[in-house]
């Protein structure tokens, strides 16, 4: 079973840039396709960006499109999320997530999950 922890995650003027990075642990992150989603209070989750096992694909929301860029370091067991142009609406606890099986856009579909950390854009 693997663990995974986020950080990176704070206070951030709207414009600005911001890391998140999520760390594994317990098993290779090379097995699993990785995806990071947030929840905004009072929302649902949901999906942000993913990318598969070895980097090849990536995929994003709509509306961080252009804006945000996940990638991986399997040798570092680390998955990112580079943040810019941020807004007050990206305010969210942002999670990293992890399956074994195809990508899907549904929360439901990650079998691991870390315990989030809080980006909060303000204006």
């Known amino acids: 079973q693997v663990q995974l922890v986020e950080s990176g995650g704070g206070l951030v003027q709207a414009g600005g840039p911001l890391r998140l990075s999520c760390a594994a642990s317990?098993?290779?992150?090379?097995?699993?396709?990785m995806g990071w989603f947030r929840q905004a209070a009072g929302k649902e989750r949901e999906f942000v960006a993913a990318i598969s096992r070895f980097g090849g694909s990536t995929y994003y929301a709509d509306s961080v499109k252009g804006r945000f860029t996940i990638s991986r370091d399997n040798a570092l067991n680390t998955v990112y999320l580079q943040m810019n142009s941020l807004k007050p609406e990206d305010t969210a606890v942002y999670y990293c997530?992890?399956?074994?099986?195809?990508?899907?856009?549904?929360?439901?579909?990650?079998?691991?999950w870390g315990q989030g950390t809080q980006v909060t854009v303000s204006a």
């Open positions: 317990g098993r290779a992150l090379s097995i699993y396709n």
């Open positions: 997530a992890a399956v074994q099986g195809a990508i899907y856009y549904g929360a439901s579909s990650y079998d691991y």
